[in-house]
């Protein structure tokens, strides 16, 4: 059930993702979360900053997804979404936290600083170890805000 859910999500992503940068250009789709099976948020950024105003536009090129969602759509914020290589590439050195869809080294949930954003993984120190993870098997990560 589970990895269904982080399926369907990479689904959207990749569709609302496209349509949206398409249809707006400037505006990255960085993620699109499940948050029940009828409602879902998509994190979105522009080198201007996010207002109220690109969320009605993005809103506005998802219309179709209405029919069978809510939709959400927010600004990156503190606890920023890293998805792609380049979201992890452009946060090296900072603490992020990161869920997999299968255990490694007996874990599914890691919390560390970030070391390396290579090609097929990333490299997270987690107490006291560094411990390599591949993309594909990352559901969800997040930056972790400097103030917590």
């Known amino acids: 059930m589970a990895t269904s859910v982080y399926d369907k999500e990479r689904t959207l992503t990749r569709e609302i993702g496209d349509r949206v940068e398409r249809g707006l250009p400037g505006v990255e789709v960085l993620a699109v979360e499940l948050i029940g099976s009828d409602r879902f948020c998509v994190y979105v950024d522009h080198a201007q900053g996010v207002d109220h105003a690109l969320c009605a ?39 992020v936290s990161l869920k997999t869809s299968a255990g490694i ?16 993984s990333v490299t997270v120190a987690v107490d006291g170890s ?10 969800r990560a997040n930056l972790i805000s400097e103030s917590r």
């Open 105 to 120: 080294d007996g874990r599914k949930n890691f919390r560390g600083a970030l070391k390396s954003a290579g090609e097929r």
């Open 57 to 95: 536009r993005v809103t506005g090129e998802l219309r179709e997804y209405l029919r069978e969602y809510s939709i959400d759509v927010s600004s990156p914020g503190i606890d920023r979404p890293l998805r792609r290589p380049e979201h992890f590439r452009s946060v090296v050195g900072r603490r």
């Open 130 to 139: 560094d411990i390599d993870i591949p993309y594909d098997s990352i559901v």
